[in-house]
């Protein structure tokens, strides 16, 4: 038995982000955004709480290392 497959609405949660527009979006380099979206797939939702947990990270990292 074939399983049905999913059919994704444009601009759904399931499809991914552009690296362009997601760097744009949370003030990312276009490397780090990159980085963040290979390894978080194509959820959006999981993809926008990375990039917030890394800038949290590097303002934390700026307080303490400055």
Request: aromatic share 10%; net charge neutral.
């Amino acid at each position: 038995m074939l399983k049905p497959q999913r059919v994704l609405d444009p601009g759904s949660e399931g499809d991914p982000y552009a690296v362009a527009f997601f760097a744009d979006k949370h003030g990312l380099s276009f490397k780090a955004a990159e980085v963040i979206l290979v390894c978080n797939g194509p959820s959006q939702n999981a993809c926008d709480a990375a990039a917030r947990a890394f800038l949290a990270a590097l303002d934390l990292r700026g307080r303490y290392h400055t």
